[in-house]
């Protein structure tokens, strides 16, 4: 479940149907950010999106999940919040709900 109450960019390449649900909150200049959503786009995994640059009272709450100190992204996989994931980490999370990247 999402922590925001804001309406999620749909992926352009992701079927809507999924198995889990994934959601991703960072930026567009994220390096990261952008690895994780190329690769769950190439899969075929949907997932929404939140840029936290046009939505920053989410940058607070997410702060307040974090313990502190925000880091992007911050990707949230059937109930399981990763902080400033690597891809390998994705992978491994959407593997423990059976998605496989």
């Given at each position: 479940m999402s922590i925001v109450?804001?309406?999620?960019v749909p992926t352009r390449w992701a079927p809507?149907?999924?198995?889990?649900p994934v959601a991703i909150y960072g930026n567009r200049w994220c390096?990261?950010?952008q690895l994780i959503r190329r690769a769950l786009d190439r899969a075929g995994i949907g997932y929404d999106y939140v840029d936290l640059d046009e939505h920053?009272?989410?940058h607070a709450r997410l702060e307040a999940l974090a313990g502190g100190r925000l880091r992007t992204?911050?990707?949230h996989i059937?109930?399981?919040?990763?902080?400033?994931?690597?891809l390998r980490?994705?992978?491994a999370?959407?593997?423990?709900?059976?998605v496989w990247l």
């Open positions: 109450d804001v309406t999620p809507r149907t999924r198995t889990v390096g990261i950010t920053p009272s989410v992204p911050v990707v059937g109930g399981e919040w990763l902080m400033e994931p690597s980490q994705v992978q999370a959407l593997a423990r709900h059976g």
